[in-house]
């Protein structure tokens, strides 16, 4: 398994409250991304990175900011949850320095986020 | 922009009986097919790849899937399903140089006994 982790692993927050999520590898791969998971959609690209201080939108990306300011750490956050946030939420990485196959994405091993 | 639907949200299935998966892509260049298989309470794994070559590709627990160019496809098949392949399967498409992948909305298997 690749070397990702997420934390919380389950966090219950109320409207209105800031919330961090963090994703951590172990792999110095240099894209990282964040999706959203809820039923009938699929996954939804929230942001992605493909460096450090290098940080673009995804389709989702009203609501949510990132961060990256070191290789290992990308950091979802949430500046004023709201119910419609409610979702499980996944790191994913890829390199890209390794040719076609650097597509591939490699996820961690969710989050799953309750606001009430 | 590239789009990706799977045709069947829900595929109930008897144990030891084939299952195909289908997955259309709209893309107006030549893209990178996947598809990823996500057991209950985990995250997603790599089920197979298309980046080039041979368009029938194969996964080391049965599964195949062939790229179909004139009908912008990628269907997974496998001939004789387990209990333990019950989960859902997600095909994903990214562009050259684009480093994004777009998911389709998942198709849940279910396999009985």
């Known amino acids: 398994d690749a070397g990702i982790t997420q934390s919380p692993r389950h966090k219950v927050t109320e409207t209105g409250t800031p919330v961090t999520l963090r994703c951590h590898q172990t792999e110095n791969h240099r894209y990282m991304y964040w999706y959203r998971q809820d039923p009938g959609h699929g996954l939804r690209l929230i942001h992605y990175s493909y460096g450090v201080k290098d940080t673009d939108k995804g389709e989702v990306s009203d609501g949510y900011s990132v961060s990256r300011s070191k290789t290992e750490d990308f950091l979802l956050t949430l500046e004023s949850a709201t119910s419609s946030q409610t979702s499980v939420y996944f790191c994913?990485?890829?390199?890209?320095?390794?040719?076609?196959?650097?597509?591939?994405?490699?996820f961690g091993p969710g989050t799953r986020l309750t606001v009430t | 922009a590239q789009s990706v639907t799977q045709l069947d949200s829900q595929v109930p299935v008897f144990e030891e009986a084939p299952v195909e998966l289908r997955c259309n892509y709209s893309s107006s260049v030549s893209v990178y097919l996947f598809w990823y298989v996500q057991y209950p309470n985990q995250g997603l794994q790599l089920l197979l790849k298309?980046?080039?070559?041979?368009?029938l590709v194969e996964s080391i627990n049965g599964f195949e899937a062939e790229f179909n160019k004139s009908q912008t496809s990628f269907h997974l098949r496998k001939p004789s399903v387990h209990i333990s392949d019950t989960a859902e399967y997600f095909c994903?498409?990214?562009?050259?140089?684009?480093?994004?992948?777009?998911f389709g909305a998942g198709t849940t298997v279910t396999v009985r006994a």
């Open positions: 994913a990485i890829s390199d890209s320095r390794t040719g076609p196959s650097s597509y591939e994405q490699y």
């Open positions: 298309y980046l080039s070559g041979s368009t």
């Open positions: 994903a498409v990214s562009l050259p140089r684009d480093y994004k992948l777009s």
